[in-house]
């Protein structure tokens, strides 16, 4: 059988490297382009939130296409992917609070009351947070058998975004209604792993 190699893998994640920074590079020439449609702000804002998603159900996929394909080797992906997704949504966070909000920290209150999803994404944030701070080998060691509990919240930060996600939109509902089936078959393909052993 055909296994991946270590200059593969690292092909491989040299590839993810590329995949992961270019879209930023083009988000960046489209605004500086004036491309970004009538809402810079809102583009900006949503083209990252979307990424951070993106690249989170990709993450959750690696585990089962590992399994299925047998290239075991193939889970060293979902550290950069994971650091990724962190990136992502950090960048999301930033704009909103420099490019919407302006820094205006007094408003954040007014804003959480006028858009609760805000609380749901700032949750799934600081699990994110957590994931990211405790996703080196030297965390893992030390953690032991805490660090696999704690790094399971990855599934409850998955349901926070989509709800976050689908709270947000105002009218177009079907994209969102998508993404939480997506959310949901991922994490029914882990159901077994946490049912009580026969
Ligand atoms: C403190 C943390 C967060 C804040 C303040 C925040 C804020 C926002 C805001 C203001 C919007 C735009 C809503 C609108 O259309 O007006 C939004 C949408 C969105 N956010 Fe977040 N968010 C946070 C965390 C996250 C995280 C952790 C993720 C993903 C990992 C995420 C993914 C998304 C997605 C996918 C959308 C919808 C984008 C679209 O409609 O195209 N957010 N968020």
């Known amino acids: 059988m055909w296994r991946m190699t270590r200059r593969q893998l690292f092909w491989l994640k040299t590839a993810l490297h590329i995949g992961a920074a ?6 960046f020439l489209a605004v500086n382009n004036n491309v970004a449609g009538g809402d810079p702000v809102q583009y900006i804002i949503h083209f990252l939130g979307k990424g951070a998603l993106n690249l989170l159900l990709l993450t959750l996929l ?12 193939l889970m060293q992906l979902r550290r950069p992917l994971g650091l990724w997704v962190f990136a992502y949504a950090s960048l999301h ?7 919407d909000l302006l820094f205006a920290w007094q408003l954040l209150l007014q804003e959480v009351v006028k858009r609760p999803y805000i609380v749901v994404g700032a949750s799934a944030w600081l699990i994110l947070l957590a994931l990211s701070l405790t996703s080196f080998k030297a965390a893992q060691r030390r953690m032991g058998k805490r660090w696999q509990q704690l ?20 009218s177009e509902i079907i994209e969102p ?9 991922l994490l029914s393909l882990r159901v077994r792993r946490f049912l009580p052993r026969k």
């Open 22 to 27: 270019s879209p930023l590079l083009l988000l």
């Open 62 to 73: 690696v585990s089962p296409l590992a399994r299925w394909s047998k290239q075991g080797m």
């Open 93 to 99: 966070l930033v704009a909103f609070f420099s490019l």
């Open 151 to 170: 790094h399971y919240c990855v599934y409850p930060a998955l349901l926070l975004v989509v709800v976050h996600y689908y709270w947000s939109v105002k």
């Open 177 to 185: 209604s998508i993404y939480i089936a997506l959310a949901l078959l």
